[in-house]
């Protein structure tokens, strides 16, 4: 079950090569392309209309330098030309609810969410607008290796909540398109199909392992399986609940 080529748009057709791109020429964004991109991004569909995000744009050498460090020692968050934390943020509506004299908000997990989600809506709204630009770019979810850290470097309120950073400029070289897992293994229909997980799961691990023993650089002898459960059980950060909680969040 897939669309045929002869079908998409040209932005389908984009949205199809996209890749994270982490080597970078040595060349800027140009400031005006890059607020284009940011404004139109903004555009992106919001919970309520309550736009529960903001961005920091991070110039500084040594600011990018420890951020670097605490996602596991990515480098191209020094080297991108552009670095950007992406923020989940409740201040603005926390500070409506107070001058209209509704009380305070922030505490509740549904209102934590509404912004967690309008932070990534807006993201991959950035992400395929640079790339309509020939841009190019990586998210970075290591950044909540130490949240505390980057809430302290980025001088975040309460309310604020550093939710993944992202790399973006002009490639360096190619990179190559993920195979996703087919339609089928992701559309239900009416209800869940939990009958064909297995199935799928192995036959998508064949495509995966296919794939990366294949491409052109660093080459693995792994599948899709393999790779989940390490990450999965890796990255649990035990410290984000204590953290969210000191943000103000996740409190009822």
Request: charge should be neutral; charged fraction near 25%.
């Amino acid at each position: 079950m897939s669309g045929e080529t002869n079908d998409l748009t040209a932005v389908m057709a984009l949205q199809r090569q996209h890749c994270s791109q982490r080597s970078f020429r040595d060349r800027p964004v140009d400031e005006s392309l890059l607020l284009s991109i940011l404004e139109s991004a903004q555009c992106a569909a919001s919970s309520s209309f309550i736009q529960g995000y903001s961005i920091v744009r991070i110039t500084d050498g040594a600011a990018r330098a420890a951020i670097a460090k605490a996602a596991g020692d990515q480098a191209w968050v020094v080297e991108a030309p552009e670095f950007l934390v992406f923020c989940a943020d409740l201040l603005r509506s926390n500070e409506a609810c107070r001058l209209s004299g509704r009380g305070t908000l922030g505490e509740y997990t549904e209102q934590f969410l509404a912004a967690i989600i309008d932070t990534a809506l807006l993201a991959q709204n950035v992400a395929l607008a640079a790339e309509s630009a020939g841009l190019g770019g990586v998210f970075i979810g290591g950044i909540r290796n130490d949240p505390a850290l980057i809430a302290d470097i980025l001088s975040l309120p309460p309310l604020v909540f550093p939710a993944f950073g992202f790399c973006l400029g002009w490639p360096d070289e190619p990179c190559e398109p993920k195979p996703r897992m087919p339609l089928e293994a992701v559309l239900h229909t009416d209800r869940y199909d939990r009958d064909k997980v297995a199935d799928q799961l192995r036959a998508y691990d064949r495509v995966m392992a296919d794939y990366y023993a294949s491409r052109s650089r660093n080459r693995k002898q792994s599948d899709w399986t393999e790779q989940t459960a390490a990450t999965l059980q890796k990255k649990k950060r035990a410290h984000m609940l204590a953290f969210l909680r000191r943000q103000g969040f996740l409190r009822r």
